[in-house]
């Protein structure tokens, strides 16, 4: 039989956690045993942001109410604020406030890091530099950015091996300075030769940079969408094989494709052995939200993982 004093021990010992903002579920929700860590990329609610429904701001604090303790920024929503002082250091109030980690910054619509023209490239690799700097202050530790060149996609043995050439070099150049900052360079598979899994792990062995790697996502082996026929794909399930000896990061979405140009949903458990079976143990971040119930859909992202995580623990260490 419990006696006062327990009553009164537990329940006050309970009150006190209450108070430290830690409700009723961590006492009946078991801690994880992580064996990756999860992530929310910002793209996840990019309708709310351009439509002005959500704040750039806010999104740390809406990540973590929503279960979710690191953040991953898309440049797009504070393409203008790359070096204002006042901006960044509030994103990084906010999110140390929370007790949100700040993992990196996808960067787009910053040139061709693959131009053919070595002027171009050289442009590119300083439009990149400035992120690279807010990467450094905000505490992330690595940058995206995107393997796109002057080449355009063919099945071409040539315009495969010039492209891959391109991109190395500027990766290469961009790598250089962000050395200096101890930040990393990622390239995710996002259309064109990046889509392809080889061509991708070519340019990391062609870059031959430390700080070079790349960003898996799962969804994105769509190559091209090839109008009015198949698109053309590459197997994802493949791709993410061979791109995770290079991973800094992973972008976790619900559909991969097969290499004849069909989407299929993604099979959790079977993704997430690749992952774990190259020694991977970081951030996987959840890039996925339904239109009109964005956060509803995430928070199932979320859960699925952490599902997949629990019927993994028996398999691989944390």
Not at 28 to 52: C, H, M, T
Not at 295 to 315: F, P
Request: charged share 25%; glycine share 10%.
């Amino acid at each position: 039989m419990q006696t006062r004093r327990d009553f009164i021990k537990k329940t006050g010992m309970a009150s006190a956690l209450l108070g430290l903002g830690i409700g009723s579920e961590a006492f009946s929700r078991p801690a994880r045993a992580e064996l990756y860590k999860i992530s929310l990329a910002e793209w996840s609610v990019n309708k709310l942001l351009f439509s002005g429904k959500m704040d750039h701001l806010d999104f740390p604090v809406l990540a973590k109410k929503h279960g979710i303790h690191a953040v991953e920024y898309v440049n797009q929503f504070f393409m203008d604020k790359a070096q204002d002082q006042a901006y960044l250091r509030e994103m990084k109030t906010r999110a140390a406030g929370e007790g949100v980690t700040s993992v990196l910054i996808m960067c787009d619509r910053e040139g061709q890091l693959g131009a053919a023209d070595a002027a171009e490239r050289a442009t590119t690799v300083e439009n990149h530099k400035k992120w690279v700097e807010a990467a450094k202050f905000l505490g992330c530790h690595a940058i995206r950015v995107n393997g796109y060149s002057s080449v355009d996609y063919s099945s071409d043995r040539q315009a495969f091996k010039e492209s891959m050439k391109l991109v190395a070099d500027g990766l290469h150049q961009l790598c250089e300075f962000a050395d200096t900052m101890d930040i990393g360079v990622t390239i995710e598979n996002h259309g064109g030769f990046s889509s392809n899994g080889k061509w991708l792990s070519g340019v990391m062995k062609a870059a031959d940079h430390p700080r070079a790697g790349t960003l898996p996502d799962f969804g994105n082996f769509q190559i091209s969408r090839n109008e009015g026929a198949q698109p053309i794909s590459y197997d994802s399930y493949k791709g993410v094989k061979e791109l995770m000896p290079y991973a800094q990061g992973v972008s976790v979405k619900t559909t991969v494709w097969d290499n004849k140009g069909n989407q299929y949903p993604l099979d959790y458990e079977k993704m997430m052995r690749i992952v774990l079976k190259a020694g991977y143990r970081s951030w996987c971040g959840i890039e996925y939200g339904e239109a009109g119930r964005e956060w509803e859909s995430i928070v199932e992202v979320r859960k699925q993982l952490e599902a997949t995580e629990a019927a993994l623990q028996g398999s691989f260490s944390a």
